[in-house]
């Protein structure tokens, strides 16, 4: 008896991830961070995978299990993730930045700890800007499809198509964070915005929410008819 598999949307189409937090260092003991889980980006990764993709995941410091069939690639700050996905993105067929990547890092990383000058004294850090893994990406040519996050807290169907058309991206998904919203949640809602079109995906778990995604990309990514 032969059993049939059902095709699979992504066969052999190779992806490239990236998720989590990223941590910029200010001294050997302290590092400026943020509040993703890199769960969003996993769920992309596990999806992809699922539908046959052959899944690249740059992951930030998160303690996540690798999904099963992805190859996993671990890093800490901005600018290790920038290495990972940029010696990668050429070979890409898709690259979705899922991480959370720090706009700002320390401009010096202090060698040892620093100690309290005195009793009353602050500390001024001085925080130059990383760079913007995303839009490298995009200005690549020949380039992957490019698929970008975009957290809000206001607007955000405005500033997300703003950042889609700013940074000339081929999909963006962008969700509402802060005050119980998004980071650090199981469940998510997502509006995904590419040029010409819309679609909301309503409240649901990240599991889901992903898997909508990656049908989302496998469509745009066919010519019409196909
Ligand atoms: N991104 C990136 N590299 C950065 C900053 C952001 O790759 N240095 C990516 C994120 O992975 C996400 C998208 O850019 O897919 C948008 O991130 P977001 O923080 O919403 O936008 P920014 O362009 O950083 O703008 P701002 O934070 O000022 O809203
Ligand atoms: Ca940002």
């Known amino acids: 008896l032969v059993e049939r598999r059902r095709p699979r949307e992504l066969d052999g189409v190779r992806f490239l991830v990236s998720a989590g937090p990223t941590y910029e ?6 590092f400026i ?40 690639v671990d890093v800490r700050s901005a600018r290790e993730m920038r290495e990972a996905v940029l010696e990668r993105a050429g070979a890409s067929d898709v690259f979705v930045a ?3 990547v720090g706009d700002f890092r320390p ?24 760079p913007d893994i995303l839009a490298e990406v995009a200005a690549l040519d020949p380039r ?7 957290a809000e807290t206001e607007r955000v169907e405005e500033y997300a198509r703003a950042k889609l058309e700013r940074k000339r991206l081929d999909l ?11 980071f650090e949640r199981e469940d998510n809602a997502l509006l995904l915005l590419w040029p010409g079109g819309r679609e909301a995906l309503d409240r649901g778990d990240k599991a889901d929410l992903a898997r909508a995604l990656v049908a989302r990309i496998a469509r745009l990514r066919k010519p019409v008819g196909e």
């Open 172 to 182: 963006i998904a962008a969700n509402e964070v802060g005050a119980g919203l998004g």
């Open 144 to 150: 992957p499809f490019v698929v970008g996050f975009a």
């Open 98 to 100: 899922a991480a959370a």
């Open 33 to 72: 961070g943020n509040r993703s889980s890199g769960r969003m980006g996993f769920a992309v990764a596990a999806a992809a995978a699922a539908e046959g993709a052959q899944v690249t995941l740059v992951a930030g410091p998160v303690h996540l299990p690798t999904p099963r069939g992805v190859e996993r």
């Open 25 to 30: 260092d200010i001294d050997p003991v302290r």
């Open 107 to 130: 401009r010096d990383v202090a060698p040892h700890k620093l100690k309290k000058a005195s009793a009353d004294s602050g500390l001024d850090l001085s925080l130059v800007q990383n």
